[in-house]
């Protein structure tokens, strides 16, 4: 147990980011080679810590401390509980997934993966992922701050460079701005605790442990929560803070947007419950109401506006939005079905719609739109991924026998042990999202093919089907068999229970 | 052999799907082998289901085969399964018809491996309802039959497939939204899922109890309309019936098949396993507009149906009409419940599901028949055909005359259980009904005459238009339901006495 696992796999991909950064520029596949190896070491290092995670024991396991400026009282401080433990395994599989569908190949025609400076682009693919990991395993709230703000820097250029030539300089600055003000924000109501509690105990630390239980006042809890909460779901593309997501969505390229919503979104979510709920509990049981009226509001809206696109990514987007805001529903409960729901959700809604994502960039690499109308007759030349995404389509409905059942029927449940018209309410979203999918797979993977396509498109690639079937198989795997995820998030539920005090 | 007599219902549950696993790892383009696979794929589970029929103890009360595994332990959902007289009989019904349904396809010759694979997904969708001991499992097949069936009809239907496949898929996910809420408050307010123990404990709730904040009596009654409206829809009940037409319209004949045979059933089986045991108290307060659009349906069904031109909207509306008699039954017997007139009802009711489903799919398939070979559906364009296929027309006189409800063959029987056990309970309602029987007779005929009977349309006599008899693989698929339509028609006791003793049981 002495090996330092999650050092190792936060800063893989860093370490990846440079040796590829010292290839010279030219050499184009060893700098994609470099990218697959790591991608594959960090996935199969958080499979590992996934699986050997002690379900028994429960707490933070793994853990590793380092003092990095003990003047302040900040420490590399690395664990896992029961609800981080699958996110880190989340980003393993969207970073493995998204090299696979970024290969790029320089002889064919099709314009497929990225093909523009390829060292650059897996360099700042892995310095955010690394920050990813980093924010998904910091025991430490500054580190944790520090590794939230490398996770968001890279996706400005990322999208500002190989991004979507019409939007993206608009799409890259307002994504920035819209993350920065939020975390400055967090980051003040997270000063207010580190001095806070420097008041009371006299010790200078940012150690979230002891901050768990430094029982700070109901007062100071009430100011804020709803700051430091806010501030992170900013990134979890709360309403009405939701506008730069599906924007940020369209202009990213393909692996990009992986990420993005994929993995990105849910660090917000997961910040906002670190940090918000866990440190500020009484804050949370006086403001819960409020987050349940945004969240309620984005699992509906969001769904109206998805089914109304006809960007296939902005449709995307906008599902991601009133996904993301199931999570924060199951989280604004409090309870203990809630808050396993978000969990699950959190990882089922990553897959998903990385792999989502994939598929759309696989079709608009080949066919130059992404107009829904404008498409048609796709699973005659990639039924691969025709199966892939209805997988995906099946998972988003809230199919049984998907993730998405299993991740949303407890957060449901959750609603209804609190306020039972938000569920009635929000279940109205299964259905349009049900009429959205459909027409969305009816339009573009059947039917017959416009002409301007015929001949244009060609299947895809062994490496995006290697993507496609890991991707889906996750999906169906914790579908099938709920007990592969569900009770590792129990016991990360019942130590934000035992914060939250009773049930 | 151990194995499967451990896990009888299992096995037969899971196998259809597994063996659409293995399908999808068969070589392409072998469209003789997905056939012949997925066929005798769907022969295994009616052979088991045979075995358990055969060790099936009718006369001991409760669920049999029970089986629990673990499924979803945080939320307290097991998969628990088991049977009783009334789900084995479904269960019989299902796995006896989809292997026919897979015979009756043989003619598609367009990627044959989905569709099977489909086809096999469906059985196991549909079984698990049938099986399921667990409110949760039972949600979640009943969810997941609808994704096959929506893709059979959307990628396999005719002309307006698209209109169609959609219309089912929203209306049913629809209407089971209120069912998805209505579970997850019984989920939430028992903390499990398990039907045997739900039945105990929601019964015994005190009347003056507070549950989210309203009275027992107010929660019992919405989840009572969330459950009714979502079996109501998947019936069809008037007026919730219209996705029903233009669905079985514009499927694949053996998605028609199945549809009607046995999807229908799930509305009806919803109601039996579920409302009448769960809301005693609202059902017989509600019966009474339960028979008013089950009277509805059986009126306006037999109306719809005589006013078709198209052979397979005839057929479709025809469902309505007799699946009105199934709710008919059940709410007479609702209204009446610890009665023998509603043990009469209740037996007529599920027989009559039972006898639906052979004649139904028994009259799709024929429709199919004819369309494959004229690709019309338009009666005014048939006429006087008996002389060119008088096998075809004689299989189809009588399969409509089951449908009718001639005595002697099967319909008339489950018919006149409903009726008899209706008639001192509901008494205008079904009288009213009877009047619907009627045009029940008139559409069956119309059906009859403009096909087969009056002046030859000599279109279909010569040349390359002219009409080919049923061949011996169509005859195949029909043998089988013919042979079961009489059977029950002269002798129905051996069905009915597994069903009645169920039925004295449950109610």
């Avoid at chain 1, 944790?144 to 500002?160: C, G, K, N, T």
């Avoid at chain 1, 006086?286 to 449709?315: H, N, P, R």
């Avoid at chain 1, 009429?435 to 093919?449: K, P």
Wanted: include cysteine; glycine fraction near 10%.
């Amino acid at each position: 147990m002495n090996f330092p696992v999650l050092s190792v796999i936060t800063f893989t991909p860093m370490v990846a980011a440079l040796i590829i950064l010292m290839l010279p520029a030219q050499r184009k596949n060893e700098a994609r080679g470099v990218a697959l190896a790591a991608a594959t070491f960090a996935l199969i290092l958080s499979f590992w810590v996934y699986l050997t995670y002690d379900q028994a024991a429960a707490g933070y396991q793994f853990i590793e401390k380092y003092s990095w400026l003990p003047a302040l009282g900040i420490s590399l401080h690395f664990g896992v509980d029961g609800i981080s433990a699958p996110l880190v395994l989340l980003t393993g599989v969207v970073m493995f997934t998204g090299v696979l569908i970024s290969w790029g190949d320089d002889d064919k025609h099709v314009m497929a993966g990225i093909q523009d400076r390829p060292r650059e682009f897996f360099a700042f693919l892995f310095l955010l992922a690394g920050g990813v990991f980093g924010v998904f395993v910091s025991l430490d709230l500054f580190m944790l701050f520090f590794f939230y703000e490398i996770a968001v820097f890279p996706m400005y250029l990322l999208i500002a460079i190989w991004g979507w030539i019409q939007t993206r300089e608009y799409a890259a600055m307002k994504l920035t701005l819209y993350l920065f003000i939020g975390s400055v924000v967090s980051l003040v109501g997270v000063l207010a605790m580190y001095w806070l509690q420097y008041k009371n105990t006299g010790v200078l630390s940012f150690d979230m442990i002891l901050m768990e239980n430094a029982g700070f006042s109901q007062t100071f809890q009430n100011i804020w929560f709803l700051p430091v909460f806010l501030g992170f779901a900013v990134l979890g593309g709360i309403w009405p803070f939701h506008n730069w997501s599906p924007d940020g969505h369209v202009a990213a390229p393909t692996a990009v947007s992986m990420f993005h919503a994929g993995v990105l979104m849910k660090l917000g979510a997961f910040a906002a419950l670190r940090v918000g709920i866990m440190l500020l509990p009484q804050g949370a049981h006086t403001w819960s109401w409020l987050i349940m009226l945004f969240a309620g509001i984005a699992v509906v809206y969001g769904a109206y506006i998805a089914f109304v696109q006809e960007d296939m990514k902005y449709m995307i987007g906008f599902s991601s939005v009133s996904h993301m805001g199931l999570v924060m529903l199951g989280m604004s409960t409090l309870n203990r079905n809630g808050i396993m729901g978000a969990g699950i959700q959190m990882f089922s809604h990553g897959v998903m719609t990385a792999l989502f994502f994939a598929i759309t960039g696989m079709i608009y690499d080949r066919s130059h739109t992404r107009q829904i109308p404008e498409l048609g007759g796709m699973s005659k030349i990639m039924p691969f991924a025709t199966i892939g995404f209805i997988i995906g389509g099946l998972v988003s409905m809230g199919m049984p026998f998907f993730s998405g059942f299993v991740a949303e029927f407890p957060i449901f449940m959750g609603v209804w042990e609190v306020q039972w018209l938000v569920a009635v309410i929000a279940s109205i979203s299964i259905v349009i999202t049900a009429a959205y999918i459909m027409r969305n797979i009816r339009q573009v993977f059947f039917g017959a093919m416009p002409e301007k396509l015929e001949g244009h498109i060609t299947d895809v690639t062994v490496l995006d089907k290697v993507a496609i079937t890991t991707l889906c198989l996750f999906m169906i795997v914790i579908g099938l068999f709920p007990s592969f995820m569900v009770p590792l998030i129990e016991t990360g539920v019942e130590n934000v229970l035992r914060l939250l005090g009773g049930s | 052999m151990n194995f499967i007599s451990t896990h009888l219902l299992s096995t037969i549950l899971f196998f259809p799907m597994l063996s659409a696993v293995v399908m999808m790892f068969l070589p392409k383009d072998e469209n003789k082998l997905f056939r012949w696979f997925a066929f005798v794929a769907s022969l295994v589970p009616f052979a088991l289901t045979l075995v358990a029929w055969f060790q099936f103890k009718s006369s001991q009360p409760g669920f049999q085969f029970q089986e629990t595994y673990v499924w979803y332990e945080a939320i307290g959902s097991s998969l628990h399964l088991g049977v009783d007289g009334l789900s084995l009989t479904m269960v019989l019904l299902t796995t006896f018809l989809t292997p026919l349904a897979i015979l009756a396809s043989f003619s598609i010759s367009d990627r044959v491996k989905p569709y099977m694979m489909l086809f096999l997904f469906l059985e196991t969708g549909m079984l698990g309802v049938f099986m399921a001991l667990d409110l949760l499992i039972f949600f979640v097949f009943w969810e997941v039959g609808l994704v096959p069936m929506y893709f059979l009809i959307n990628q396999w239907g005719s002309a307006n497939k698209d209109y169609a496949s959609l219309k089912f898929m929203i209306y049913t996910m629809g209407g089971s939204l209120g069912l998805l809420l209505a579970v997850q408050m019984l989920g939430v307010l028992f903390g499990t899922y398990d039907l045997v123990t739900l039945y105990e404990r929601w019964n015994s709730l005190e009347p003056g109890a507070i549950l989210l904040g309203m009275s027992v009596h107010t929660v019992k009654t919405i989840a009572f309309w969330a459950f009714v409206i979502a079996f109501a829809i998947k019936v069809p009940l008037w007026p919730f019936h219209t996705w029903l037409p233009d669905a079985h319209t514009e499927a694949p004949t053996a998605g028609s098949m199945l549809l009607a045979g046995v999807l229908l059933k799930l509305g009806a089986y919803g109601f039996l396993r579920l409302v009448l045991p769960l809301y005693p108290a609202e059902a017989k307060m509600f019966a009474g507009a339960l028979a008013l659009l089950a009277t509805a349906a059986i009126v306006f069904g037999a109306f719809g149906s005589f006013g078709q031109t198209d052979f397979k909207r005839l057929v479709a509306y025809s469902s309505v009409n007799h699946m009105g008699f199934v709710v008919l039954g059940i709410a007479a017997a609702a209204y009446s419940i610890g009665t023998q007139d509603a043990t009469i009802a209740l037996n007529g009711a599920i027989l009559q599901m039972f006898n639906h489903g052979l004649s139904a799919a028994g009259m799709f398939f024929l429709v199919g028949v004819i369309y494959e070979r004229t690709h019309t559906r338009n009666l005014e364009e048939f006429g006087g055909l008996f002389p060119l296929v008088p096998v075809y027309g004689g299989i189809l006189i009588f399969t409509s005359m089951a449908s009718l409800g001639l005595p002697g063959l099967n319909g008339f029987v489950s018919e006149f259980l409903v009726v008899r056990g209706a008639f001192p309970v509901l008494t205008a309602y079904t009288a009213i009904s009877m009047l619907g029987l009627l045009f029940t007779g008139a559409y069956i005929l119309k059906g009859i005459k403009k096909v087969l009977h009056g002046p030859m349309n000599e279109h279909w006599a010569h040349g390359e238009h002219k009409l080919t008899e049923i061949n011996f693989r169509e005859i195949m698929v029909m043998v089988p339901l013919m042979a079961l339509i009489l059977w029950i028609g002269i002798y129905p006791a051996w069905i009915l006495d597994v069903i009645n003793k169920a039925v004295v049981m449950l109610f």
